[in-house]
DNA sequence: CGTGAAGTTGAGTATGCTCAACGGTGGTGG
DNA sequence: CCACCACCGTTGAGCATACTCAACTTCACG
């Protein structure tokens, strides 16, 4: 309901000042989550007058590790993966995307890693300088910037945490609250939990295999921390026993 | 050389303005490497009328996971780790910091995660709103963090690949090329890397227990990979095998 | 209903962990 | 000055967690 309100706000915004504000960005669901937030609709005028959208079907790449990074994407929609990739074939994915994130956007001239739909999904996407331009020019487009990367170090720092001292079960755990946090698409109305990807694509984050995987979610499903598969959804039993059991014990 | 250069350019630039740029940030070794890089005399003094400085003897927390993040820290020399606590006492080191790098400016009100002098080391130190504020003001900083930050982002992903996926042998031959890449002032002029962490530091950073990580150095000792430790300095034998170790075979 | 992909379960194995002992080094005090 | 001690690093032996390989089940889709 919120985001409905702010959506139209957004629109009356645009035009009463004349802006060209494409109605894309107007009716965009992710606005108000996205680096866009913040900026007043003169700014977000200028900002999309550089927008491309892209529409993804799942196990679509959207760009490769080394390659040059050319461009900058707002996941509106969907879910993405990103993940290296090493020469025998092993795979770690060092994250998951949904509406609102901010992908592509390294340190140097080279995609660090591969982008993959895992679901449909869509995505606005910026010419690489000329964001660096307007974050020069909008200091809300900074400030938006910086908080996006912010999350992602944080968000990669207690991954660390998990890939090097925890558990399989304390990994899994972790992982569901996680989503249950910071996805709220994922989180369906009766509480239960939609994974958007595969097993091996969580095994491949939680630097687990999918056989490990599986035995977790099996092991919490008799311990009635979960509940069975309701069409690729977890049912959530006990989110409490489900942080227990994430910070481990002592 | 260039250094040196830079910082008496840096004196005279600030000299000719008369703006009150401190002779500590005229003179300040890693004013290239830091955020401060990029930004003028007049925005620099701006800057440092917030700075405080702060010496850190070894072992000593600059500030505490959980605690409230109310300032930024640029370590200016010496190395710094950061890491996080379970409550059973295991422990992830997230990152280890050199001069010129960025710590404590996180997503939300509180540091996620422990900082702690490895050796002798000094920092400044800024209000956190005030950076905020500046950030806001001055193109040049904002990129600048975001730089940082973007940094951070990307080496925390390789770290991930690490711990997720590599083998302890793997794990020890990536760590000393990024030590050899990123962290220059442990880089000696023979060539040899001055390790200035203990053993259960890079245990705790690599995922690993100090028993392997010494297992592992003395397996690529053996394989003659690297040499014998000459007073703390670990000799890089060759560079190219322990890349090639590094990525895995295939 | 048949087929292929995804997920689950089982049995055996290997990599890295635990526990324990030993050696070197630097700081301290007799 | 040297003996002592604490801390750090190394090595060894046995073990546990998660991996490998393999069979089987379930589900979506034709």
Chains 1, 2 share one sequence.
Do not use: W
């Amino acid at each position: 309901m919120a985001h409905v309100s702010a959506n139209v706000i957004g629109l009356c915004d645009a035009a009463r000042h004349g802006s060209h504000l494409p109605l894309e960005c107007a009716n965009c669901v992710s606005r108000h989550l996205a680096m866009c937030a913040g900026l007043n609709p003169d700014e977000l005028a200028h900002l999309a007058r550089h927008i491309t959208r892209r529409k993804l079907d799942p196990g679509q790449t959207l760009f490769r590790e080394s390659d040059p990074a050319i461009s900058v994407f707002t996941v509106t929609s969907g879910a993405i993966k990103q993940y290296k990739l090493l020469a025998d074939g092993r795979c770690q994915v060092t994250g998951f995307y949904f509406s609102g994130d901010l992908i592509g956007l390294p340190e140097g001239a080279d995609y660090p890693v591969t982008a993959e739909a895992l679901t449909e999904a869509t995505v606005c996407s910026f010419p690489r300088p000329r964001i660096a331009e307007l974050v020069g020019r909008y200091p809300a487009l900074a400030e938006a910037v910086i908080l996006k990367l912010q999350r992602e170090v944080t968000s990669a720092q207690g991954q660390m945490l998990s890939l090097g001292r925890l558990s399989a079960e304390e990994r899994i755990a972790g992982f569901l609250l996680s989503l249950l946090d910071r996805a709220p698409e994922c989180v369906n109305v009766d509480g239960s939990l939609s994974l958007q990807m595969r097993r091996a694509d969580i095994a491949d984050y939680l630097g687990l295999t999918v056989e490990t995987v599986s035995r977790s979610f099996t092991k919490l499903r008799n311990a009635g921390v979960i509940g069975a598969d309701r069409g690729g959804a977890v049912e959530i039993l006990s989110r409490d026993r489900l942080a227990d059991i994430a910070t481990g014990p002592a």
